[in-house]
């Protein structure tokens, strides 16, 4: 395999139709956003990438087993998900972000792949509350939401230092401390959204790799498949910071969704 992750930055990987990002924070602390690991891309005759073997080799290992510091999953649909549940059984996941909204509204809607991400989140939410959040690598998640959010059965007890409100950095990873390194501020979802279109429920954030004085740092802006409206909104009200970048991946895959409001009536 001749490709190698860099020793910091962005990997933007070409599947389609689809997002799949990993950010490399340095040679032990990789994150991926999102997944679509499609069947064809493992051909010969096809420019995209089967992205969990390229994993499986690239990540660190711990244990003798390829190692993920984060998942963050902005969204369940397919095209953001699409071979999770391979890549938890041949990388072991430190920590998991998500917002659980989507999960409630559309969980008919599900497929395969975010049904397993669901299932995988709820054990790692249980076993958060069971032992008062004293969890370690493998067991951890985050939820990106409000308080508001946490009130039901599913949720109680939840540990409010594991809880980021929108509007707030992350700059831990895995239970570590990486505030010299890296800093993700949440943009959305806004607590108004929280019963919005699917896609309105998208998590987005500004991700940022600290650097040394010699490197500089980067900037990142990933808003999963959220539209012009919100898109709109998250640049009017936020501070100029958190709205720095070198790179930004296009919302919606380019959708016209992301870049105009949409008439009454029009179909995406």
Known sequence: MAFQLPSRGFVFWPVGTGDSTTIVVNKQTVLQVDLHHMIQSEEDDTPHIPIIDYLVELLPKVDGKPYLSVFALS???????????????????????????????????????????????????????????????????????YGEWLKENKYDGFPSDRLTVPGNAITSLDGRDCSSLFRAFVHAPFKDDGSAERNETSLG?????????????????????????????????SDAANLIWNVLLSPHHCSKSAMYWKEEGEQE
């Open 75 to 145: 969204h369940p649909d397919q095209d953001h998900c699409r071979g999770f549940a391979d890549l938890l059984k041949r990388v072991r996941i430190g920590e998991l972000w998500f917002t659980p909204r989507i999960f409630k509204e559309y969980k008919k809607d599900l497929c395969p792949d975010a049904k397993v991400f669901c299932e995988e989140a709820t054990r790692r939410v249980k076993k958060m509350i069971d032992q008062g959040g004293l969890v370690k690598s493998g067991d951890l998640v985050r939820i990106i939401g």
């Open 205 to 237: 954030f500004q991700v940022s790799l600290i650097g040394e004085k010699t490197a500089g740092h980067a900037h990142a802006l990933l808003f999963g498949d959220l539209s012009y409206p919100v898109l709109k909104r998250i640049f009017t009200i």
